[in-house]
C-alpha cells in the first residue's frame, strides 16, 4: 500500500525547494541559488571551477558545553 501525496504536502516541497541560500567556494567567489537549482545541477565555481559550498541558517542539533 502506497499513499498518494496531497496537494499541501505537495506544495510544503515546493516552497522549500524554492528558498535561496549561498554557495560559496574556496576562492572567494559566492553564489546565491535555489535548493532547485541545486537538485538539477550542483554549484560550480566559475572563476575556478570547483564544487562550491552551501551555506545556510540551519541551527545546530548539537549542544555544546559551557
Known sequence: MTQT???????DVNGKLDEVCVAVCE????KEVTF????NKWA??????????VKSN?????????
Open 5 to 11: 501525496p496531497t496537494s499541501s504536502s505537495k506544495s
Open 27 to 30: 576562492c572567494g567567489v559566492t
Open 36 to 39: 532547485r537549482n541545486l537538485k
Open 44 to 53: 560550480r565555481c566559475h572563476k575556478c571551477n570547483q564544487p562550491m559550498r
Open 58 to 66: 540551519a541551527v545546530s542539533f548539537i549542544s555544546t558545553p559551557d
